[in-house]
């Protein structure tokens, strides 16, 4: 089903989590992708992206990832150069980092 609405992040899902999927929904939305869209060019199923923006559970790395950097590019392409010159990914990753092994 293509372009079908993404059910509100649960409640109880604690605040970081919760922080992370509005992060991950907000670039998804500026991009214009739609999940099944976002999906195919992370190399995902659909169900894996609307999973990981769903917020039942925190998403692996490899999928915020992927899908920050597709969302991201898509979105610096639309917006075209910056203009003091910095690098147009400068504050994407700000609040987000790999988890540590273990």
Do not use: N, Y
Not at 24 to 50: N, Q, T, Y
Not at 75 to 101: I, N, Q
């Amino acid at each position: 089903m293509a372009g079908r609405p993404l059910k509100p992040i649960p409640a109880s899902a604690p605040r970081a989590r919760r922080a992370l999927v509005q992060r991950l929904r907000s670039l998804k939305k500026s991009s214009g992708m739609s999940c099944e869209v976002l999906a195919e060019k992370c190399g995902f199923s659909d169900g894996v992206v609307r999973r990981a923006l769903a917020g039942g559970h925190v998403p692996l790395w490899e999928t915020v990832e992927a899908s920050v950097r597709r969302t991201w590019c898509a979105r610096v392409r639309s917006a075209g150069p910056s203009r003091d010159g910095a690098g147009p990914e400068r504050g994407v990753w700000r609040g987000l980092s790999r988890p540590a092994p273990g």
